[in-house]
């Protein structure tokens, strides 16, 4: 039993396809560094956040034990956080830059504590200052 091939129907050509392909592959080489470039958006919104988190804690702790914390481990000991911030850019809670005052400056002057956090990554922002500046 032979079957008759069907008059006036076909599929698409090879020269069709290619044309879809190379507009699929255009259209995704633009996409992919807008995804990127968002990802790093997100990323830097969270440093943000976990920055104004940390430098919050530090100075309500100071305020109410009159010192400043000697770790970001007091912190979250003494009941001001329930765990250490991920540094986003680092993806590790351990790489924060704890900036110690100095002791003349210092609240009791005999134990200087922490007196700023910034991010560990040597990285360039998108606005083109490094995070370990922020």
């Known amino acids: 039993m032979v079957h008759p091939i069907r008059s006036g129907r076909r599929g698409f050509t090879i020269v069709e396809l290619m044309i879809v392909l190379t507009i699929v592959g ?8 807008i995804y990127q470039k968002s990802i790093i958006r997100a990323k830097e919104s969270v440093l943000k956040s976990n920055l104004f988190t940390l430098r919050t804690v530090i100075d309500e702790y100071t305020y109410d ?7 970001l481990q007091d ?12 540094d986003p850019m680092t993806g590790s809670d351990s790489t924060w830059k704890i900036i110690m005052e100095d002791a003349m400056n210092s609240i009791d002057q005999t134990e200087p504590g922490i007196f700023d956090v910034k991010s ?5 922002s998108l606005e083109g200052t490094p995070y370990s500046e922020w």
Do not use: H, T, W
């Open 75 to 86: 912190l979250v000991s003494d009941g001001y956080l329930r765990q250490v911030p991920v």
């Open 120 to 124: 560990g990554s040597d990285r360039i």
């Open 26 to 33: 255009i259209l995704v080489s633009i996409a992919i560094p």
């Open 65 to 71: 034990k009159q010192k400043a914390p000697q770790s």
